[in-house]
């Protein structure tokens, strides 16, 4: 992985395990084991969802630059779409608090969409190949 895809990946996985842990935090106070329990599923998946996304979504970038837009767009909604898919199923489980689960899901995604459009507003990635001096065409 190329060192700016890295810095990408660490500037949004890091604030979003720090919320993740916040979360935590919070739920273990509010709704005990269950609750602690079903933030840091909410982070993992969020952290494994978005961070595999955001693997692909490099790798695009590299080898098929013309599609980069439409496919952050479809992963997008993909990622979605399977955080929704992942809510229904677990909506009646009993294994962690869901309320403490979606919170942290909703919070984290923000959050990790966030700080992804900070790191690439703040990342130096030239949108033009530089010209070689001394080649003639």
Known sequence: MPSNDARTLLHTAVPTAAVGAIATVI????????????????????????????????RTARSLPQLFQAMGLMLYVAQLLLLFIFLAVFKNTTLFDFKAFAF?????TVVWVAAQARAYMKAKIMYVDPEKTGSKS
């Open 27 to 58: 739920a273990g106070v509010i709704g005990g084991g269950k609750g602690a329990i079903g933030a840091v599923a909410g982070t993992l998946v969020v952290l494994l969802f978005m961070g595999i996304g955001l693997v692909v979504l490099q």
């Open 104 to 108: 942290t899901l909703l919070a984290t």
